[in-house]
């Protein structure tokens, strides 16, 4: 006898969606319970692979990016898992009955029950061993009455499960100058686009960049350029080789205070100083 089919839309697509993988694996093999396409917000796909990850990341708001970035800096961030469900969807409606809230719906109040998903599920390495740790990115002003109740679920739906490291990240929580820094260099984190550029060539290229920075009176855009017509590269090679000396921290600078202006010259620290970490919202 044929089964019957499920009315129940919401039922039907989890299934769908756990059959394709989402919400499962780890590392590169990690799906997101939620890609940008699946809902209707102001969403960014990485267009290059994360530097920890080696896949796209999808992110449903440039909030949840700039943390994000915050996260990839971080030595002691492992993973990253971006909308991670809260499954099975009966144990978080479970929760909100126990503690007397509304469990979120499809389409605001009308629509059927959804899944709750979490905005990052970390892996750190901690000084005992790795553990877990989730945050849920918001604005200050969006912390509504609302928001608290499903966060509450969330905390809890953790609690639950043996993890209690969750926390609320906001926007104090993200220094505003870092981000617009990483953001400039983000994408020369490796050379997969530059088949120009290999990294004999910047071990070659390298010191000579780095006494140059240290000693002339140029700003960082006009100084590349003349490093280009030196060394007979095409243009925008050397400054992308200075993003990527800084992406992957063979440079550093004052990232957390001063913002990297191209046309202004940038002061690059002696080699031998150590890096400093940023604060990750509660994950450092």
């Known amino acids: 006898m044929a089964k019957r089919k499920r009315s129940n839309s919401t039922e039907t697509k989890i299934e769908k969606w756990i ?12 799906k997101p319970w939620l890609e940008i396409q699946d809902v209707a917000s102001n969403g960014y796909a990485t267009r290059n692979l994360g530097w920890k990850t080696l896949r796209k990341h999808h992110f449903l708001s440039d909030f949840e990016l700039h943390y994000f970035y ?8 492992l993973d990253i898992r971006e909308q991670y469900p809260l499954l099975p969807l009966k144990r978080t409606v479970e929760i909100a009955e126990r503690i007397g809230v509304e ?10 029950l959804k899944v709750i998903t979490t ?7 901690t000084q005992t061993g790795q553990k877990t740790v989730v945050r849920s990115v918001k604005p200050i002003d969006k912390l509504t009455v609302r928001e608290l109740e499903k966060f509450d679920i969330e905390k809890i739906f953790f ?6 490291d969750w926390g609320i990240v906001t926007e104090t929580d993200i220094p505003k100058i870092f981000i617009k820094n990483i953001g400039w260099f983000y994408d020369a984190k490796t050379l997969d686009n530059r088949p120009n550029i290999n990294l004999a060539l910047i071990n070659r ?3 000579r960049l780095y006494k140059a920075i240290k ?21 925008g090679s050397c400054l992308f080789i200075i993003k990527y000396l800084l992406a992957n921290k063979t440079w550093q600078t004052d990232i957390m205070n001063k913002l990297i202006n191209p046309s202004e010259r940038i002061e690059i620290f002696d080699k031998q100083m150590n890096d400093k970490s940023v604060g990750m919202g509660g994950v450092s």
């Open 70 to 77: 915050t996260l990839e800096w971080s030595s002691y961030v």
């Open 215 to 235: 000693t002339e009176e140029m700003g960082l855009s006009n100084l590349a350029l003349k490093y280009d017509e030196i060394f007979g590269l095409e243009y």
């Open 19 to 30: 059959k394709e993988g989402r919400g499962q694996g780890e590392g590169a093999g990690y």
């Open 205 to 207: 290229l390298e010191p």
């Open 103 to 112: 469990h979120p719906r499809e389409n605001g109040s009308t629509g059927p």
């Open 159 to 164: 609690e639950e499960i043996g993890i209690t």
């Open 119 to 125: 905005d990052f599920y970390l892996i750190v390495q």
